[in-house]
């Protein structure tokens, strides 16, 4: 479904990720693991259209990607959930929802029917419709932020660091939503520090370190494998 | 009391000129961050542009004011595609030291033109009506009933449409507007072009109790920019309020100050907010 072939972005004369060669079918749930500045977010913004790579290509459904601007991105059906969040802080939650369906603004019942099942999935989003974004407390804007990505019915979901920030108990649900998602027919492809709980729900991986995918395989295999668990799960 | 009164109407009707600019002004900057100090030369080809059209093709004042709005709505447009999205990446002085190139272009095609001279727009509503005791001409009353109505108007569309909502979805927050999908260049053209509106309807509407001449965006833009610091950069309330503390303030001490010291007042007032509460009065909160 996305393929990532041997993807290089720079900034400037600092190379962020280099030759990153990444694949994702339809249906499955990868994630990308890694530290900080390991290349993560970068690859996203990448694939999102908002940053632009020096070498290789992005394919979509058989289809080059790369020249594409953002909104044609969102459009073909890569939807991210970026790591700042970034939501409309002062308009409401529904409003910051309804936004999320741009794309699909001429549909208006199909619009109602995302909103509900949005809703179904956090229903705390229901409670605090008229409340701004920026009022909300660091969980509850995660859910939103998912939801209004949602919102535009993608087919391939990304979500950046949903966990960070958050409390324990919090993340559990996260990742419960999140698997939910993609049972329900999402592909997903998830930036994670938190390893354990990533790979819990994962089908594949890709470790990243300075900028280059070192390990790859099953979520078994990297559970399994000795310097993923040294590097990130701490056993 | 009569002087009084007076006065306030007139800062009233100054008052609407100014908030007009100034939300122009500030729809470019709370959007798109970039201080248009062109937006004074979109304001004076907007009065070119509506006198033009009344001298040479005899057009009625509505109709010219029209014209005047699509006109300079697309130079708008065409300023923000030909210069300002090419510079979208580059350093923030860029644009700044664009938008003075493109003042100074303007206002120098506009003496290549028009000429050097000051003239006069005349209107159909010259008469002057009794009003709550007031002795006031027609084109006052419809300059302060007409900015209301463009008020009005910007405000239903920004909170009411969806076209509106994307403005102010990427006025909050650019990525977020990228993520969601929205055609961030369209909302810059879109707001460029309402930019430039409503320049030009304020200078058609206040020309004919004005001048027209090439330099006359300069102490309207530069009154601008005070109003949208005093109100808070990027707020709409925040440049309609400022727009009408100034003008009150203006009329006033024109009154009871000196009417030679007018002009300072714009900048007393701006020395004293940025000392008092530098954010502005409203700091964005109403977008």
Redesign the interface.
Known sequence: MLRLAGLSVAYGSFTAIQAVDIEVQEGELVVLLGSNGAGKSTTFKAI?G?EKPCEGDIYFEGKSIVKK???R???AGI????E?R??????TVS?NLV??A??H?KQKTEVKNSLSRVYELFPILQEKKSHTAGSLSGGQQQMLAIG??L??KPKLLMLDEPSIGLAPLIVEQMFEVIQRINNEGTTVLLAEQNANAALKIADRGYVFESGAVVVRGSSQELLTNDDVRKAYIGA | MDILTQQLFNGLTIGSVYSLVALGLTLVYGILHIPNFAHGALYMLGAYVTLTSMLLWNMNYWLAIALSVIVVGLLGVLMERLVFNPLKNAPPIHDKIAAIGILLFLEALAQLMWGADYRSMSTPYGEVVNIFGMTVTMQRMLINIGAIVVMVLLYLFLKKT?VG??I??MA??R??A????????KVAMLTFLISGALAAIAASLSSPINLVFPGMGHLVILKAFVIIILGGMGSIPGAIVGGYILGFSESLGATYISNDYKDIIAFVLLIVILSIKPQGLFSR?G?
Do not use: W
């Open positions: 999102s908002i601007s953002p909104d991105i969102v459009k939807v991210q959930c970026a700042g970034e939501l409309f802080s002062r308009m409003e936004m999320g741009y794309v603004r209004r990505a919102m535009a | 969806f909502s994307t102010i979805a909050q927050n990525k977020g990228h993520l969601v999908g929205i055609n961030t260049n909160e977008f």
